[in-house]
Structures are given as C-alpha cells and as structure tokens.
C-alpha cells in the first residue's frame, strides 16, 4: 500500500504542552489563536515585540525537509518577497525535536507575515489572480537552481503523483455517481499527461502557493506563507495549485486565464508545460476532493478539512464541466499573448463584393424582439444577401441573437470570434492561404503558415468542392487561390481563422471571455477584403464620458454599471447583449419598445409635432379618456411633460382655488424637482437635509407607515388621524390654520409601497376639507392601473380628491404628465392668465398617451399586475418565510416593496439591500433599494411582465439573500 493512502494526522497536543515548550525553549510568548492547518499545528503567538507563528509539524516531517524549507525561506527573501523567517531557539537551533507522548515533533518559530489571505476576499477579482500568478511565477523563478536533498520527498500533493493518490484514495468518496467522475476524469487525464512527461521541467516548488497561502497588508503587499509543501516537482506544478483554486470561485475562467498570463512574465514554459497544465489543474482539484474525503474520514473533528470540502467539491464540478481543448488553447494564449506579432493571411476566401450585417445589440435588422425567435440570424441575413453579393456578419460583434432572457449576467455567450456568410446563388469559396486542406464535420479546416481556416455549416450549407474530387478522403495540399468548396444557394457557412493549427474554437464566446478568445481567432477581415470589425464596446469608456460632462448629482444605478441600450417587455440589454429583467421600471408599463407606443410616436413625429395651442385631434382625445378614468366630477386635464410639473400644478390650482398657501405633505415622501414639488419632497433617501430645509408654507404630517411608523397594527389610522388632530389644533391655535390643501401619495411609493393604514386618506380628506383645503393625491408613481385591483391609488384607500397629479406610466417613457380636476378649481386658475406647457399634450405626445392607453386596454395590463403581482407577492412572502432578514413584504398589485431587516428588532439593513442589488445585477435583475433608511427593495417592473419572469427573480432573490447572509 502507497503512502498516500495514509496521510499523517495532525499532532494531538494541548495548548498546555504548546505553552511549555515555548517557555523552554524560545521565552515568554502569549499563545493568541490557533490557526488552521491540514495536518499540521500551528499557533500564532507574541511578545513584545512581535508575533510569530508556532509550528508543530507531524511525526512524518524530517529534519532536512525544514532545513531545505529555511534555506529556500533565504532564498525568496533574498529576491524580495515577503516570506516568513525562522526565530532560533535558546540553544541556536532552527529546529527543536521535541517528544510529546513519545513521539518525535518538530518544532520552529517563524516571524509572523501580517496581511490578510486572498481567500478572504470575498470578490477576488482579476487584479488579485494577477497578484497571484505573479507571486507564483517569481518563486519558481527564485528557486530555479535551488537543490537541497530535504526537497525529494514523497508527497501526496507532489503534481507527478496526483493520479496514484487519487488511485489510493478514491474510494473513500462516499458517492458512487461522485467517485465515479473522478475515475472518470483520472482516465483522461492520464492519457493526456503520458505522452507530456519528458518535456516537463522539474525543480524546486513551493507547492502549494493559493490564494490561501498568498496575503495582503496595504502597508507592505504581497507575502507567503506555509512552505510544509516545499519539493521538487514538475515546474509547472507551481501555477497548479492557484489554477484548481480558481475553480472555487465564480467566473473561474477568466480569474485562470489571469493568473497563467502574469505568472508567464517570470517562467517561460515549454510546450508540454503548457498543455499539462489543463490536466493538472482538473487533478489537483481531484487529488483535493479526494483527500480531503479521507482526512475527514480519519479525523473527523478537523472542521477545517470538513470546511473545505464544499469548496473543493465545488472546484472539481466546475472544472470537469470545461472542454479540455479549448482549456489547452486559451491557456497557451493566455501564457504567450496569442498571435500578435503574425501577419495575417493576405488572400480572399470569397472574391467580389459582400454585404456587411450587424446583429450586434443596436442593429435595425431587429425589431419588437425578432431576435428571440429561432432562426434570426440566417433569415436577417439571406434577407441581405443578393447574386454576387453574399451577406457577412461582423467579427468582434456581441450578437443580440444569442442573448438569454433570464439568465445571469454573462452567462450568454454573445461575442463573435466567428463570421458568417450567408449567400443568395451558389458561391465558391478559395484558399487565402497555401495549405492542407481535411475534411471537418459539416465543411474543412485549411491549415498552413501557422493559421487554421475553419468552415462549416448546416447540413450540406458548404459542399467541399475540390477540383478533381468529390470530397476530400484524406487531408490534401491546395495552393493560394485554388477553390475550396461551394455555398449552397440560401445557406450559411460559419468562418473562423485561429492562430496555429489546435482546434476550432466556439463561434460565439461569453463576454468575459472575449479578450481570450480574440488572442486565438482573430479578426478576419482580410479573407473577405473588406472591414467587418465591429466597433468596440466599452461601458467604462462611456461611464468616464457621462462622469466628465453630465453633472453628478444626476446618479448612476450600481458603481460599475452595466451599459443599457435596448429594451423590449419588461426585458433590458447591454452593449455585451446580456439581457436582465427590469425589475424597477415603473414608467414603462406596457413594456420597453411597445410596438403600438412606437407606432404612434413615430408616425405622429412624420406627420406633426406642435404645441397645444394649434388645434390637432390628438389634444382632444387623450382629455377626454383621462377625464373618463377619473371619478365623476374630475372632468378637467391639463397637460403637461412631467411628475414635478404635474404636482407644481396641482399645488398652484390649490393655491389659487383657495387663495391660500399653507400645505399639508407627509414625511418620507417624494414629489418631484421642481421648486413646488421639491418644496413638498420630504423623502431622507433623496435629500438628507429634507426635514430641515423645507419652506414655511409646508406642514409636516407624520409618515403613515403602519409597518414601521410611530403607530402600527390595525388601529393605526385612527391614532395617526388624532395625531394630525393635535396638529390641526396646535396651528389653529398658531393662527396658522388657513389650510389651502394636502398633498399626499394613496401608498407610500417612495417607502416601498406601504399601504396607509385604511381610513387614513378619507380620514385626512375629510378633516381637509372642513379646513376649506384642497386635496391632491400624487398618483405619479403608483396609479395607472400598476396596482392591479385598482387603476388610481386613491380608490385602495375609498377616498376622492380634488385633484390628481399623474405622469410617468402615461407615456411609458415619452414625457407626459396630467392634472386632472374639477371645472371649478380649473376655472379658477384662470385669474393666474392662461396655462401653456410648450410640449405639454403635444400632438407626439398625446398620442403616444393614447397607445398607452390602448395597450392597457386591449393587452389586460391591469389584470396582469392583479394576477402576476399577486403570485409575485405571494412568492416573496414563502422567502419571508426562509429568510428572516426579509422583515415585511409590502404592496399590492405589481407596486411591491421587500424590506429588509436585521435581527428581531427589525433594525433596517441598508448594507444588505445594496449587496444583494448588486448580487441580483449579476444574476441578471435589475432592482434597487428605497426609502428613508434605504433598505426596501423596490419591486414595481412593467405591467406586461411574464410569468416566468416572476419566478426567474423569486429564484434569483431567494439565492442572493442565501449569499449575501450565508
Ligand atoms: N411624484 C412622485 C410620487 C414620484 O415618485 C415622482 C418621481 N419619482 C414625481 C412625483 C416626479 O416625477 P418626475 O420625475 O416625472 O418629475
């Protein structure tokens, strides 16, 4: 039996002994903590001074093992690295041998590298693979010459090896499916190492450099830890350890990728180091699981064994999930920067003219989501192709085509690294390049002067047609210029040129990709001797654009946004046509890109646009259906291009009606920006200074929160209403009683969709209005049908006003704003002179107003918020129900609100509301945090959402909370 079958336990020894020995040997230090360790022990320790870490190693570690480890310590530190250095004890000795219940133990002081482990970076992103990889490259680099005999030891962490312990320690994987994949993989990965062996270099390695052994301290950078693993080994075996480890993580791809591209920098591996290393990471990540199996099985309290193993499990999943050509070639881009110095071949695969067709995310191929359908591609593109004229697509494009609706972000592999060619009459294709020509399924690969021409397609799309043969049986030479094979007439072919002759790689990548896979298939614009690189896309670019010129106080949503430039239904998409479902958008309700509201707006725009003193139809129109939605005697509109000036408005008919100034506005509200609106706007959310910098003619009432306001539970309007009683008396008594009216939202939209407690509002109106005061009701933001059983917010609470300021929703994005009264308040505005909005109901305008209300109508928009909102709702509150630090699920209809709390006194946590906003981006939905203490999720998407958009978020929600709380 291998040793690998039996690795050493930890030592057994009590912190007492620990104590002992160090009084003995190296003075008076303070055991602090134990740390961590597979089968060592370790504590850290202090004096005065400093801090050390004690290291107990087991019984199977020899002398000469930590001798070579201290020389090699001399070594690193010598060529600048941050390492551990050995204390000697009192007699002089690096090492003291110590004999704890009869076993040998060696014993050593190491200084104490401060900083923090990468591990612990919750978001180790690029920049610390990078960090790694550079810290693995410079100690291979360091140790290059090193030789010490204490090096040659047996190992089960030694990379030459990992298939025997895996042998070894297979079974101890309780899971049969489980043991069986690692067999599995242990089979090919033996094929694929076998024929690598004699081009492996072998020295001296550290072994084990992760980013669990490489910390970071601000002060002093960079450090590593734990050289127990020192040995010679295969070089390569250097980088393996910190590969696996990507594996662990999310995007672990592009975190390998960087970290094999800064270690490259230090160690110019050979050939075989390079295709190893695929192999050895997918074994190394084996070797892990299967270790740590058994560690756990022979000693089951070590929690740090057992913690790990989720991890490690995890490593294996995601790395047996990968295909391992395409590992082989993006490793060896990665390591030598691809093909940049090579010339590109200069001939063409197709002579004549081609038409050049975007599919990129802006095109107006596309249209009403055309680009969902099956498909899409070939048929935009035969519609462009003409005899003579085949249609190309672009290369470097991010293909809307290939988006996932519901799917995290940058799951979708969109950018193109190949072109296709669709053709309208049979068309030959010719060598660009003298070489080989083989027969590949579906279309041939011509390979020569170190490019790969990849051609494919469909069926018979691409017939090889050779001169004097039929197909090709065996691989042939053609020459420059020679024909190659036929498009079929309506067929598409896929094109693809690599640098060197590995394989052929996906037609389209994800986006995190991308920059990896344009070093292997790069742009091949010369086979078709026209420009078909699409421009390059960069959201940051732009983001430093809008910093430098779009004054900031106007926010951005998320600190690394991504870039949106299309809609369509209650779905978004960036420039990298990664497609997020719009969570927050309560102006859009009939959906983002609403064929009727584009219709309308732009055959209106061609016919005309003007101002409502003209006398057009649309003006009329779209009065008259608003003044039918509203209750009975509010049959007055004014037309305006906003929520701010909808609720200037109201405020100055008030004002006017009553020849009074003094206003009623609840805390924890948001009007809008204008110098009324603004003067009403209470909300801390939108202006920390709001409470104390209001005007005098605004009174404060108190936020009718029955969830977390000053009265909660159902009596809660009748304690709010004598609150507001006391109010009224204290300023009839102040002589500031002449009330010209209140200004209120029928839900707490700005709270998250709170509902008022009911009673409240005919409660408030009723006292208002014995004042001689007008009552506005600011339906901005939750009226227009979102609420689902009801279309005005006021009717949830059985209450009338005077006045109804709305806007957002009626033009579903196109500014548009309406106040709706009663003849007499209308009339009496009229001593102020006439009212004139230059866009307000223009004739664009009002027509895109009345497809807003056409689609609400005749698409069942407020039955969809009714039924979808209800289960959306109902969803959220079955999470409540798993996850205590959602404290209340407010709203109705599809105005809903997901307030989240920490602890039993449900404390708001605004710093979990960002994180899993920002985790939620990643998983592809876009929501956003509200309110005063900014920690309600707000939940008020388009009403045309789908049901399995729901779920998908529900689900989403449900593994972000998990994340963000784990
Ligand atoms: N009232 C309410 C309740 C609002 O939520 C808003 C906007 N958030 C406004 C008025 C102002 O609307 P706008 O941004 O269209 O000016």
Known sequence: MSIYAAPPARPVVSVEEVRGVLEQHWGALRIVTELGSQQDRNFLVEDGDGRYVFKLANSATTTAELEAQHLALQRLAAAGLRVPAPVPARDGREVAPLT?????????????????????????GPEQARWLGDTAGRVARALEHFEHPGT???????????????????????????RAQILEAAEWIAARLEPLRDGLVTQVIHADITDDNVVHDDASGLGIIDFGDLMRSWRIGELVPMAASCYMRDEPDALLFETVAAFAEHVESTDAELAALWPLTVLRAAVLVVSGEHQVMVDGDNDYADLRRTAEWRAFAQAVERDPDEMDVLVRAAARGGFAPRELPAGRLIDGPVEVVDLSVLSDEYDAGSWLESGAETRILLRRAAPGRPAVTCWGEYRLTRTHPRAPRGAAATFAVGVDVAVAVDTPLTAPFDGTLAARPGGF?????????????????????????????EPRSVRRGERLALVRAGTAATVQLTAGDGIRPPHC?????????????????????????????????????????????????????????????????????QTYVDVVNNVTIAGHAHPGVVAAASRQWSLLNTNSRFHYAAVAELSERLAALAPEGLDRVFLVNSGSEAVDLALRLA??????????????????WTLGADSVSTSLGDNPRALTTRPSWVELIDAPNPVRGTH?????????????????????????????????????????GVLLPQGYLAGVYERVRALGGICISDEVQVGYGRLGEFFWGFEQQDAVPDVIAVAKAMGNGQPLGAVITTAAIAEAFEQEGSFFSSAGGSPVSSRVGLAVLDALETEGLQANAREVGTEFAEALRGLAERHPAIGAVHGMGLYLGVELVAGAAFTPDAALAGRVCDLLLAEGCIVQPTGDHKNVLKIKPPLCIARESVEYVVGALDRCLSRATA
Do not use: K
């Open 100 to 124: 704890i219940r009869g076993e040998q133990l060696p014993a050593r002081l190491l200084t104490f590298v401060e900083g923090t482990p990468l591990l612990a970076h919750d978001d180790l």
């Open 152 to 178: 040659d030891r047996l190992s089960q962490w030694d990379v030459r090896t990992g298939l025997d312990v895996v042998a070894a320690l297979a079974a101890s994987v309780p899971s049969p499916v489980r």
């Open 445 to 473: 690969v011509l390979m020569g002067g170190g490019w790969s021409l990849w051609v494919g397609g469909e069926g018979s799309a691409v017939a090889v047609d050779v001169p004097g043969a039929l197909r090709i049986a």
């Open 509 to 577: 990548v994800r986006p995190l990709l991308a920059a990896h896979w344009r070093r292997v298939a790069p742009d091949p614009s010369p086979l078709f001797g026209t420009d078909i690189t699409a421009p390059e896309v960069s959201p940051a670019q732009t983001l430093q654009r809008r910093d430098a010129a779009f004054a900031s106080a106007q926010e951005h949503y998320y600190g690394q946004p991504p870039q949106i430039e299309r809609g369509w239904r209650e779905f978004l998409i960036d420039t990298e046509a």
């Open 655 to 672: 004002f006017t009606a009553t020849g009074r100034s003094r206003m009623l506005a609840a805390r924890e509200a948001y009007h809008g």
């Open 712 to 752: 909660r539970g159902p009596d809660a309007a009748a304690a709010y209403l004598a609150d507001l009683d006391r109010l009224l008396d204290d300023l009839e008594a102040e002589g500031r009683a002449e009330l010209a009216g209140v200004i209120i939202e029928p839900i707490f939209g700005n709270g998250g």
